[in-house]
């Protein structure tokens, strides 16, 4: 993990314009800069962004955030890439917590994986495009295939030579560690000797999301005779087959402009398709689709179009996933390629738009197609026609999600007069799969709830939720926290000390408070700014909640009211004061009710006069905070 104190460090010294205005038009307008949306196609520039309050917001889509969410949407990097992104930008050197040796072993692998990939994919690029052997067997062969060069180049690929250990021979020249080249898939052991894996074949490197080189395929020229058509690194630290989509990072962006994902088996299918200028496509690698694979696509679109050979092969290949993609929220459409052909030669035998225009003609719902396979096969079999109504019947119930409602209905129609059974039946159903997913999920949540419910003190005060008191006086905490009170004393020291009687009934403002007093006792220093790009999702939101407001104050006040200055009136300590008490008088008010509740339930004497006590005091406290406040209950 990145260390607070670098992250801090990073957090000081960006500039949400200079970093947005890296893949957006800014012009300045008033007090903040205005430009088209990247999240959506628009006309008129709605995205607005804030450098004061270093906040990013599209009043056209709604997108808002920081500038690290900002690279993050954008660039689909994690959270800790976006900061290794800005760490990069600013010159700022990476410092992670304390880690384990075993997590400490793991990273140097990866990093010297990432630079071993980085250098085997210049070498194979020099020896396609730089000698003989490379021009006469491989560069004759993709071009063959249809293949430009600047599409080869685009996506990197290389040539392995013949030769035994021209590879091997090049890498340890470099020194790169025996060990990493063979956990890298580039050498294996043959006759007792390090040799070249990929002899004689097409390179293909492998790029994550970040578009960083994390493995790579390597494909015989011509048709394969013993031995395998293609070979594949084998998985380590930074490889994870089940992780991955072939030419994600290339895709992301046409991903998201076209609001759709197409997938398809093979490297070359991508490469084809992005030369004919379709560009949101990515492969599964003809591995079967996984739950992190889903997730990627649905990181750029909830469409997912399936686009597969429509021999037998394909047809099989395709129907696996389905209940994942549904439970993962994706709308998916599947199209199967006509004679014999796969999307490759198909784009290259009847051209881009020609292609375009059959994936639009073509496409068919998944479930209704997965149905009619089901029955096909099926035939006037009763048995595996009644699998088939379970099959569907649990696929739908997977459907969940309240927007899902009306589509659920209508296929629960279409499949029950496919299926020629009662729609209600099928209904009832559906509804006794999603009951018993249901069932499980709650089990599980009150086994979670039962253990967390364990680590609570019993408390007799029942406070009601008061939202907006506790929000304020977060808000004053991570505005003026810094400020000084007193000698020697901060403002975030104060509140600590006259909050220590109370508690926040919200969780999450509770959670907040933690984390910034956690931040402040490390010696840190927590602001709105620097808990604005904390690592979590949750105080990120928290914060923009706390701290945004839909208006502010125009600074045209101070010119029409000279001798008042209303923005630059420092109210920080009244602020502070008047929150406080605000907050501890809804808190006391909850007191008095639990108080009076349980003086009317007690029937002891020695219980009722201690109760009676409590009512005193706490009324003491009201009187001295309304005192405060300028205020005067009346009873």
Same mark, same amino acid.
């Given at each position: 993990?990145?260390?607070?104190?670098?992250?801090?460090?990073?957090? +000081?010294?960006?500039?949400?314009?200079?970093?947005?205005?890296?893949?957006?038009?800014?012009?300045?307008?008033?007090?903040?800069?205005?430009?088209?949306?990247?999240?959506?196609?628009?006309?008129?520039?709605?995205?607005?962004?804030?450098?004061?309050?270093?906040?990013?917001?599209?009043?056209?889509?709604?997108?808002?955030?920081?500038?690290?969410?900002?690279?993050?949407?954008?660039?689909?990097?994690?959270?800790?890439?976006?900061?290794?992104?800005?760490?990069?930008?600013?010159?700022?050197?990476?410092?992670?917590?304390?880690?384990?040796?075993?997590?400490?072993?793991?990273?140097?692998?990866?990093?010297?994986?990432?630079?071993?990939?980085?250098?085997?994919? !210049?070498?194979?690029?020099?020896?396609?495009? +730089?000698?003989?052997?490379?021009? @006469? $067997?491989?560069?004759?062969?993709?071009?063959?295939?249809?293949?430009?060069?600047?599409?080869?180049?685009?996506?990197?690929?290389?040539?392995?030579?013949?030769?035994?250990?021209?590879?091997?021979?090049?890498?340890?020249?470099?020194?790169?560690?025996?060990?990493?080249?063979?956990?890298?898939?580039?050498?294996?052991?043959?006759?007792?000797?390090?040799?070249?894996?990929?002899?004689?074949?097409?390179?293909?490197?492998?790029?994550?999301?970040?578009?960083?080189?994390?493995? &790579?395929?390597?494909?015989?020229?011509?048709?394969?005779?013993?031995?395998?058509?293609?070979? @594949?690194?084998?998985?380590?630290?930074?490889?994870?087959?089940?992780?991955?989509?072939?030419?994600?990072?290339?895709? =992301?962006?046409?991903? #998201?402009?076209? +609001?759709?994902?197409?997938?398809?088996?093979?490297?070359? #299918? /991508?490469?084809?398709?992005?030369?004919?200028?379709?560009?949101?496509?990515?492969?599964?690698?003809?591995?079967?689709?996984?739950?992190?694979?889903?997730?990627?696509?649905?990181?750029?679109? @909830? $469409?997912?179009?399936?686009?597969?050979?429509? %021999?037998?092969?394909?047809?099989?290949?395709?129907? =696996?996933?389905?209940?994942?993609?549904?439970?993962?929220?994706?709308?998916?459409?599947? /199209?199967?390629?006509?004679?014999?052909?796969?999307?490759?030669?198909?784009?290259?035998?009847?051209?881009?738009?020609?292609?375009?225009? &059959?994936?639009?003609?073509?496409?068919?719902?998944?479930?209704?197609?997965?149905?009619?396979?089901?029955?096909?096969?099926?035939? @006037?079999?009763?048995?595996?026609?009644?699998?088939?109504?379970?099959?569907?019947?649990?696929?739908?119930?997977?459907?969940?999600?309240?927007?899902? &409602?009306?589509? !659920?209905?209508?296929?629960?129609?279409?499949?029950?007069?496919?299926?020629?059974?009662?729609?209600?039946?099928?209904?009832?159903?559906?509804?006794?799969?999603?009951?018993?997913?249901?069932?499980?999920?709650?089990?599980?949540?009150? /086994?979670?709830?039962?253990?967390?419910?364990?680590?609570?003190? %019993?408390?007799?005060?029942?406070?009601?939720?008061?939202?907006?008191?506790?929000?304020?006086?977060?808000? /004053?905490?991570?505005?003026?926290?810094?400020?000084?009170?007193?000698?020697?004393?901060?403002?975030?020291?104060?509140?600590?000390?006259?909050?220590?009687?109370?508690?926040?009934?919200?969780? #999450?403002?509770?959670?907040?408070?933690?984390?910034?007093?956690?931040?402040?006792?490390?010696?840190?220093?927590?602001?709105?700014?620097?808990?604005?790009?904390?690592?979590?999702?949750?105080? =990120?939101?928290?914060?923009?909640?706390?701290?945004? &407001?839909?208006?502010?104050?125009?600074?045209?006040?101070?010119?029409?009211?000279?001798?008042?200055?209303?923005? $630059?009136? %420092?109210?920080?300590?009244?602020?502070?004061?008047?929150?406080?008490?605000?907050?501890?008088?809804?808190?006391?008010?909850?007191?008095?009710?639990?108080?009076?509740?349980?003086?009317?339930?007690?029937?002891?004497?020695?219980?009722?006069?201690?109760?009676?006590?409590?009512?005193? =005091?706490?009324?003491?406290?009201?009187?001295?905070?309304?005192?405060?406040?300028?205020?005067?209950?009346?009873?």
């Amino acid at each position: 993990m990145i260390s607070p104190q670098t992250i801090e460090q990073i957090t +000081n010294r960006i500039d949400i314009i200079d970093v947005v205005s890296e893949f957006v038009k800014l012009k300045k307008r008033g007090a903040n800069y205005l430009g088209l949306c990247p999240f959506h196609n628009e006309k008129t520039p709605s995205f607005t962004v804030s450098p004061s309050k270093e906040i990013y917001k599209c009043f056209g889509c709604g997108k808002s955030g920081n500038t690290i969410t900002f690279l993050m949407e954008h660039e689909k990097y994690s959270y800790a890439e976006a900061l290794k992104w800005l760490a990069q930008r600013y010159n700022i050197e990476i410092e992670e917590t304390i880690v384990s040796d075993e997590v400490k072993q793991v990273q140097q692998v990866a990093e010297s994986l990432y630079a071993l990939n980085n250098f085997a994919q !210049k070498f194979f690029t020099e020896q396609l495009f +730089n000698t003989e052997e490379g021009q @006469n $067997n491989a560069i004759s062969y993709l071009e063959e295939r249809g293949f430009k060069e600047d599409v080869i180049q685009k996506f990197q690929l290389g040539y392995n030579p013949q030769q035994r250990d021209a590879f091997t021979s090049a890498a340890s020249k470099q020194q790169f560690n025996k060990e990493i080249l063979f956990k890298s898939g580039l050498v294996v052991t043959r006759n007792d000797e390090p040799a070249d894996n990929y002899r004689g074949r097409i390179i293909f490197p492998i790029h994550n999301t970040t578009g960083k080189i994390i493995g &790579f395929g390597a494909r015989v020229i011509g048709s394969a005779d013993k031995a395998p058509k293609y070979i @594949n690194t084998p998985e380590n630290e930074i490889y994870i087959k089940s992780k991955i989509l072939y030419g994600s990072y290339f895709a =992301r962006h046409a991903i #998201d402009k076209n +609001n759709e994902c197409l997938l398809v088996e093979g490297y070359t #299918d /991508v490469i084809s398709l992005h030369q004919a200028g379709i560009e949101n496509v990515v492969a599964s690698g003809g591995t079967s689709l996984t739950t992190d694979q889903l997730r990627i696509v649905k990181k750029y679109t @909830n $469409n997912l179009t399936i686009i597969y050979d429509g %021999d037998a092969a394909g047809v099989k290949a395709a129907m =696996r996933g389905l209940d994942m993609a549904l439970e993962e929220g994706l709308n998916v459409k599947l /199209v199967l390629i006509p004679d014999k052909e796969d999307p490759d030669s198909y784009v290259n035998k009847v051209g881009s738009e020609r292609f375009k225009k &059959f994936i639009a003609d073509n496409k068919k719902d998944f479930i209704l197609f997965q149905l009619e396979i089901l029955l096909k096969e099926a035939g @006037n079999d009763i048995t595996k026609k009644n699998d088939a109504v379970n099959v569907i019947a649990e696929s739908l119930s997977k459907l969940n999600r309240a927007e899902d &409602f009306t589509k !659920k209905q209508e296929y629960i129609h279409q499949c029950a007069t496919l299926l020629k059974i009662d729609e209600s039946g099928l209904i009832t159903l559906v509804n006794k799969y999603a009951q018993n997913r249901v069932e499980k999920e709650e089990k599980k949540q009150e /086994v979670e709830e039962s253990s967390t419910q364990k680590n609570r003190t %019993d408390d007799k005060i029942i406070f009601q939720k008061d939202e907006a008191q506790e929000k304020n006086v977060l808000r /004053v905490l991570l505005e003026y926290g810094l400020n000084e009170w007193s000698p020697n004393v901060t403002i975030a020291e104060y509140i600590f000390e006259e909050l220590e009687q109370y508690r926040f009934e919200n969780a #999450d403002m509770e959670y907040l408070f933690e984390v910034y007093k956690k931040h402040y006792n490390e010696g840190l220093r927590p602001s709105a700014k620097t808990l604005l790009y904390h690592e979590e999702a949750r105080i =990120r939101t928290l914060v923009v909640n706390v701290t945004l &407001f839909p208006f502010e104050l125009s600074q045209r006040w101070d010119e029409k009211l000279e001798n008042i200055k209303v923005n $630059n009136l %420092d109210t920080s300590l009244q602020d502070v004061m008047m929150s406080l008490n605000y907050f501890k008088l809804q808190k006391i008010k909850k007191m008095f009710e639990q108080n009076q509740e349980d003086m009317l339930k007690s029937k002891e004497l020695s219980e009722q006069l201690q109760l009676m006590e409590v009512h005193k =005091r706490l009324k003491e406290i009201e009187i001295e905070i309304t005192r405060q406040l300028g205020a005067v209950i009346v009873k």
